[in-house]
């Protein structure tokens, strides 16, 4: 086959990570990386790019790493992301020497009540607000780039996430 026709052009899939406020809907940063990069090694690059200061950070599951964690505590950011199922505490030395890390308390507070009260104690409900932005994207853009390098595919939704910015700045309500 690749002697008859050459190497496959399929194209791959991309994976966009974007930073939302949950108050006005503003797009702050945006990462787009190649679909075997996994979603924690994104959110430096994130923070790196906002302005504002930033008081919390609702991620989903895929964002439960040491890494992570560390980079939101470290910025002195209330992390609000869920440890995953099983999840056990953190520690430095020895186990209980860190039962105030923002991870250990969360899991605490599942284990006295459970997942969903967490949730809506911890307004984790509010992440789904970059859902949102997401489906307003790919609404008004499409699903697809047009682009075929990766580097005019930053450019390509660099532009797009500017235009969504402007008209999410003119349609909503004050």
């Not at 930073?19 to 923070?47: A, Y």
């Not at 440890?83 to 890390?101: L, N, Q």
Request: with cysteine; charged share 30%.
């Amino acid at each position: 086959k690749v002697r008859k026709h050459g190497y496959s052009k399929r194209r791959t899939w991309r994976k966009l990570h974007l930073g939302v406020d949950p108050q006005s809907g503003f797009i702050h940063c945006h990462t787009l990386t190649e679909n075997d990069i996994d979603d924690g090694s994104q959110l430096r690059p994130l923070l790196a790019q906002v302005k504002p200061k930033v008081q919390e950070v609702y991620c989903d599951g895929a964002y439960d790493y040491y890494e992570c964690w560390q980079a939101l505590v470290d910025q002195k950011i209330n992390p609000v992301i869920p440890p995953r199922e099983g999840a056990v505490h953190w520690y430095a030395k020895t186990p209980g020497d860190r039962p105030d890390y923002p991870r250990n308390q969360a899991i605490d507070r599942i284990h006295e009540t459970d997942r969903q009260t967490w949730k809506k104690e911890s307004n984790y409900h509010q992440r789904s607000l970059a859902e949102t932005a997401m489906f307003r994207f790919k609404t008004i853009h499409g699903a697809n780039l047009f682009s075929r390098k990766l580097e005019t595919q930053q450019k390509e939704i660099d532009m797009k996430i500017k235009t969504i910015n402007i008209m999410t700045a003119q349609g909503m309500p004050m």
